[in-house]
C-alpha cells in the first residue's frame, strides 16, 4: 500500500531495516520493499487506476514538499548529473567529489538524481564540506572504494516477486556496497551539510546511497526528471554519463534554446580530466576502447541556432555561450559561472515557488 508523505525522506526513511550483517540484508530496507512493490504493481505502467492514481498522489505530495523545501532553504541550487557506473575508485569520482565539496563551502546548494557514481560522489563531497581540509574527504573515499562498483540488479524478479538465484550474489553485493557507505557516512559530521537529492523507483533497484540529507523520490521518472532538471536554475554541472545523462543535458538545451534575454542563459558546465564531453569515442568490435562522447560542436552550434535574433546578435550569443557553456575542471572558473547567474536564478526559483510560471522567463509555456 503506497504511503503518502508529508515531507521529503531521509536515508533514514528509505534504507530503515537493512541489515548489513545479513546476506540479503539490502532487500530488507523500507526503500526495497516499496521498489518490490512497484515492480509487481507494473512498474512504469501502473496495472490499474488505484494504482495508478495512488502514486500520482505519492508524487504530488513529494512535489509539494519539495517545493516547501527549497521555499525554506533559500540557497542557489545546482544540479550534478552524470552516470550511475563511475567507480568510487576512478580518479573521475574523487574529481566530482572534490567539485561539490567546493561548491558546497560556496553556499550553493547541490541536487543530484540520487544515484551511485557521480551522483553518489557529489553528496559525499557535501557531506564532508565543514572539514577544513580534504583529509576526511579523502578517508572516506579509501573506505568506500574497498567496494568501488554497485552492482547490476536489473531483472531481479521470478514471477512471484522473489529473487533469482542467479542473483543472489549480487544482492549480496548490493549489502557490501551499501554497508561500506555507511561505514564512510558515519566518519562525517553527525549532522550533515544540506545536499538534495531527487531518485525514482524506476531505478529503485540500484542501492540508495545515504549521504544526502533529503530525498524527493518519485514513482514517475517523467516528473522526477522535469524537477531535476527545472529545478536547476542556477546551472547543471555534467560529469561523465551515459544515455540519462544525455537525457537531461538535451532537456537543458531545450530550455536554453528558448531564452529570450541573454541573461536568462542557465550555466552548462561540463566537467571531468579527461574531456569526455569533447571526445570521440574510439570504438572496437564489441566496445570503446577510449570512451567519449562528443557533444561541444552540436550544442554550441544548437544554442547558437535557437538563440540568435535580431534582438540577440550571433556576436552577443557567441560572447554569451563563452561565459555558460563551458568544458572546464577549473573550480574557480566554475563557481564564477555560477554566482554570476545565482540571483537569476532565484528569481526564477521564487516565481515557481509563488505559483507564477508565467514569469519565468525559461518556463516552456513561454517558449516562440
Known sequence: MTVIPHQLYTSDDLLGGFNP???M??????????????VANG????????????????DAAIADALRIFLKTVQRPLVGIMGGHSLPRNHAAYKAIAYLARDLAREQFLLVTGGGPGVMEAAHLGVAFSSSKDTGPLDEAIGVISAVPTAPSLDELFEKGWTIKKDKLDAIAQAREWLKVALEARAKAPAILPVSLAIPTWLYGAEPTMPFATHYAKYFQNSLREEALVNNSRAGIIYGRGGGGTMREIFQDVERNYYVKKLDELTPMIFFDGDDFWRTEAEMGPTGANKPGILVEPMIRHILTYGITSPAKPKDAVDASLLQKLLFTTDHAAIIAALREHAEK????????LAAEPLKIATLRMNRR
Open 21 to 23: 550483517w545479513d546476506t
Open 25 to 38: 540484508g539490502y532487500t530488507l530496507s523500507q526503500d526495497f520493499a516499496i521498489y518490490r512493490e512497484f
Open 43 to 58: 512498474g512504469p505502467l501502473p496495472a490499474s487506476l488505484a494504482v495508478r492514481a495512488a502514486q500520482a498522489e505519492h
Open 345 to 352: 536564478a532565484q528569481t526564477n526559483l521564487n516565481y515557481a
